[in-house]
């Protein structure tokens, strides 16, 4: 039955917490490690085999094996990796997209692919203009890679960048596989919220000769899932009086929102393997992804900001520790004149590709000398290439009620299901274009040596030029709407109208029972079809400079490396240096002498240039205290470079709120010392118990400064916020307003500290379990939060497997965290959790029956401000369900 235990085992994602790498040529992190091939046979065998490597590394890292990847149900690697001791994911849209490791913001871990940078790209609009570092794994399927080496402490051969921590995914090898191997997975997915049932289809075909010196590998994938998921958001509060001259926090604008959007996931990878003699070794490799990512968002607001800024009132307020968590609001002369309600209808198509492919070179002319050459190129593209936006809008009076933490909302005036009761009141047709490449080579030479406790001296020096160039037009929203026509004559907002409302379970999982569940609804297809008939000039795209900008980073690096061992111990000292030549390219509003205009007024192109060195110390060392109990100790120094929009010049403003973001091309980067300690007790062959304690000094945060800055938007004359003016000039929808701007900046330090403890045992026949658990507690010296750190997180997988059946439960809970400045205002989230299940049939050697289950719990997101007083949002992405078969031959 060994086949059979092979297709269990290919089930089985989280019970594997090491285990060795069975492609010794691009591991630096089996160093001392048992390097020969494991063959997996089951549960069990796994992580007999995964507690044998983790006893010889010299290293702190964990590893993940192709054999587990993907397959509980994990469909992307961050939901494989949030299994993985220390780190943790975010489902905002229903599955994990970015990882935080040890308690850090995503854009401080690294990501490698076969160990080199990997480009990197977005498919959500706001994460395409926020342009950050931290890599999107919706991009990278988990089925197309082999394996998952996480770092946790510095190793002077592994590139910097991960101040949380550095994850290397591997591509499988042909040389490695049978001589032919045939595998196949064919699963339907059904999601619950949108009530469809789509394909998900993967295969991989690997052929090596005869004399195992030539093979080729090529895996590839499709995935579609058609996606829900509801909300309730609350975009921000500002303060307003409340009778009595009291004044209290208003909610500014209350909608009930429903995101649809169709996913498909597009990827191949290939890789050609040349190994002639025992001295020569040839990889090539190549990686494809694609994400389809269109989506369509419609949301009904109660629009309190405006009411009350336009003259409107509130009354019968509640207020509770400053926020008036209830209350009637009407807009001016009593809900008949200004505006109180607004409805935002946004049709997007988006799409998100990452390329790659590498030259990978071992070369070993004598027993004691390797030379390892490796050069490449990755790009990624993240686009939304159009974005149709309609908002309608008119006056407006309602109830609110935020005291069951579900906001609740009801309307005197208009009638939500009448289209009548609104107009369109602004339009744009948007772009935003985000390009990331990479083009590098590295050079190692290691020599084995026997000088006493030294074994081997490594060198290498490196070189990459990496270019980020970002684009966003867009039509002038204040001339574009009144000039819309439908059939020769101005649109009403019924031209845009499907003639009915939301689905019957619209909100219904976290609706309160005054929340807004119905409204009329916005047909995508008449939206597309308006926008596509209109004419210039009102379809005119300008650039928008805040957000257009290119970034060239050229990196010159090199390190040295001393491995030592003896009896019983083993580690490595050494050092990396990098020296990063940035040069950015922006806008700047004004200036002295204007290059362009556009509606928005006058804009200076600017270039800042700067270059810095780091200097990266390291040292790994493992101790066997006795035969059962292994000690590490490990220190460093790490670096993560600033995001690249945080280094733009440009604003990026919100003209709704009277809020933006903007940067500094001479920000430093993030900087670290890091500690760590491990303990591993093996009382036997299947069973670890291990603690292990982490400490970052973090030398430097960059953080977010907010400050009143007066910018221009544009606006329809008599709808512009409170505090603009018309601006000079002969734009009479030009306006001078009070913009609340968060630019980054380089803050005071502060520390990561904390541990991780971790059993995994078989307890009783086919029964067992790996449980473990983080603990993270980050402060900033000035007290301000951390952005991604759960002080609390925890994993549990139960498990049953004998030669027919193999089935897991998996609990993964993630205490509540601090994710950005928002708005001009802190966004938080509360406690995450999700419960996954997943049963694998044998029916033959060769074919397994599967099902998975994904959120059986149907947990919530819930975000709020700074406190549960200032709720933000509630998301509700339902569960998702795979039946299908797996077959490898």
């Not at 009086?241 to 909610?251: C, K, M, R, T």
């Not at 039509?475 to 709407?481: D, L, R």
């Not at 307003?737 to 980054?744: A, G």
């Not at 995994?760 to 952005?787: E, H, L, Q």
Request: glycine share 12%; hydrophobic share 35%; with cysteine.
């Amino acid at each position: 039955m060994t086949n059979a235990r092979y297709l269990l085992a290919s089930a089985s994602v989280g019970t594997l917490l090491f285990a060795a790498s069975a492609a010794h040529a691009q591991a630096p992190v089996t160093d001392g490690a048992n390097d020969s091939e494991i063959v997996v046979t089951g549960i069990r065998g796994s992580l007999r085999e995964a507690i044998d490597a983790k006893r010889d590394l010299a290293v702190i890292a964990d590893v993940v094996t192709a054999e587990d990847v993907g397959k509980f149900p994990d469909k992307n690697v961050a939901e494989a990796l949030q299994r993985v001791p220390g780190i943790v994911v975010n489902r905002e849209f229903g599955e994990g997209e970015r990882v935080s490791l040890r308690g850090t913001a995503p854009n401080l871990t690294k990501t490698l692919l076969n160990g080199h940078s990997v480009a990197t790209a977005d498919w959500f609009i706001l994460d395409q203009v926020a342009s950050t570092r931290s890599f999107n794994y919706l991009t990278l399927p988990a089925e197309i890679i082999g394996r998952l080496e996480v770092y946790k402490s510095p190793q002077a051969d592994v590139e910097e960048g991960g101040v949380g921590g550095t994850i290397n995914v591997i591509t499988r090898n042909p040389l490695d596989l049978e001589p032919l191997t045939l595998s196949a997975s064919v699963q339907g997915v059904y999601s619950d919220l949108s009530g469809k049932f789509d394909p998900q289809l993967s295969g991989l075909v690997s052929w090596k000769n005869a004399g195992e010196t030539f093979g080729v590998l090529v895996g590839a994938i499709y995935q579609k899932r058609r996606t829900r998921r509801d909300g309730l958001e609350i975009f921000g509060y500002r303060s307003f009086p409340v009778g009595g001259g009291e004044s209290a926090l208003v909610p500014t604008l209350i909608g009930s929102t429903m995101f649809e959007q169709e996913r498909e996931r597009y990827g191949a990878n290939i890789g050609i393997q040349f190994r002639p003699s025992d001295e020569l070794e040839v990889n090539i490799t190549g990686l494809y992804s694609r994400f389809n990512a269109d989506n369509f968002n419609q949301n009904y607001i109660a629009w309190g900001e405006q009411a009350l800024a336009g003259g409107g009132t509130i009354s019968n307020a509640v207020v509770r520790d400053g926020v008036a968590v209830s209350g009637d609001i009407a807009s001016a002369t009593g809900g008949t004149t200004g505006f109180g309600v607004v409805y935002d209808a946004i049709d997007r198509q988006a799409v998100a590709k990452t390329i790659s492919a590498d030259f990978d070179l071992t070369y070993r002319p004598t027993d004691s000398l390797s030379v390892h050459f490796k050069a490449g190129w990755t790009k990624a593209n993240g686009d939304t290439s159009n974005e149709n936006f309609m908002e309608f809008a008119g006056p407006g009076a309602f109830s609110y009620d935020l005291t069951s933490g579900r906001p609740e909302v009801s309307f005197a005036s208009p009638d939500p299901l009448n289209p009548a009761g609104i107009r369109p009141d602004f339009g744009r047709i948007q772009s935003v274009t985000n390009e990331d490449e990479e083009k590098y080579f590295y050079l190692d030479v290691e020599k084995q040596v026997g000088w006493g406790p030294l074994t081997a001296l490594k060198f290498g020096v490196k070189y990459t030029d990496h270019d980020r160039v970002a684009e966003r037009f867009a039509t002038n929203g204040g001339v574009f709407t009144p000039g819309l026509r439908c059939g020769g004559v101005a649109c009403t907002a019924a031209d845009f109208a499907t003639g009915g409302g939301m689905p019957g379970d619209f909100l219904d999982n976290i609706a309160a029972p005054g929340t807004l569940t119905d409204y009329w609804r916005v047909d995508p297809a008449k939206l597309r079809a308006i926008y596509g008939a209109q004419t210039a000039p009102g379809t005119d795209q300008f650039l928008v400079p805040g957000d257009s900008y290119s970034i060239n980073e050229k990196t010159y690096g090199g390190y040295g490396l001393a491995k030592f061992g003896g009896d019983g111990w083993r580690g490595n000292v050494g050092v990396r240096v990098v020296r990063t030549d940035q040069r950015t390219d922006g806008f700047i509003i004004g200036g002295a002498d204007p290059e362009f205009t556009n509606p928005f007024g006058g804009f200076t192109p600017v270039t800042a240039k700067r270059s810095y060195t780091d200097i990266l110390p390291s040292a790994n060392l493992s101790v066997d205290l006795s035969e059962k109990v292994v000690l590490r100790f490990a220190a460093g120094k790490t670096v993560a470079r600033p995001d690249f929009t945080a280094i733009n010049p440009g604003v990026n403003l919100n003209g709704t709120l009277l809020t933006g973001s903007g940067g500094d091309p001479n920000l430093a980067p993030y900087r670290a010392n890091q500690y760590d300690l491990s303990v591993e007790f093996y009382p036997d062959r299947e069973t670890i118990v291990a603690l292990a304690l982490f400490y970052k000094d973090i030398q430097s945060y960059i953080v977010n400064t907010t400050t009143t800055e007066i910018l221009p938007g544009v606006f329809v004359p008599g709808s512009e916020p409170a505090g603009c003016v018309p601006a000079a000039g002969s734009n009479p929808d030009l306006f001078d307003c009070p913009y609340q701007i968060n630019r980054r900046s380089n803050g005071d330090g502060g520390r990561n500290q904390g541990f991780e403890f971790q059993v995994s045992r078989p307890i009783w026949g086919g029964f067992g379990a790996v449980v473990n658990y983080t603990y993270s507690d980050a402060k900033a010296s000035n007290g301000d939060p951390i952005p991604g750190n759960s002080k609390h997180s925890l994993n549990l997988t139960g498990y049953y497997e004998n030669d027919l059946v193999s089935a897991r439960l998996s609990y993964n809970y993630r205490s509540k965290f601090f994710i950005d400045i928002d708005r001009a205002a802190p966004l938080n989230q509360a406690a995450l959790s999700s419960l996954d299940a997943s049963v694998s049939v044998n029916i033959t050697d060769n074919i397994a029956l599967t099902a998975d289950a994904v959120n059986l719990t149907n947990e919530k997101i819930e975000q709020y401000s700074g406190t549960r007083d200032r709720p933000r949002a509630i998301y509700d992405n339902g569960r998702q369900f795979y039946v299908g078969a797996r077959l490898k031959f």
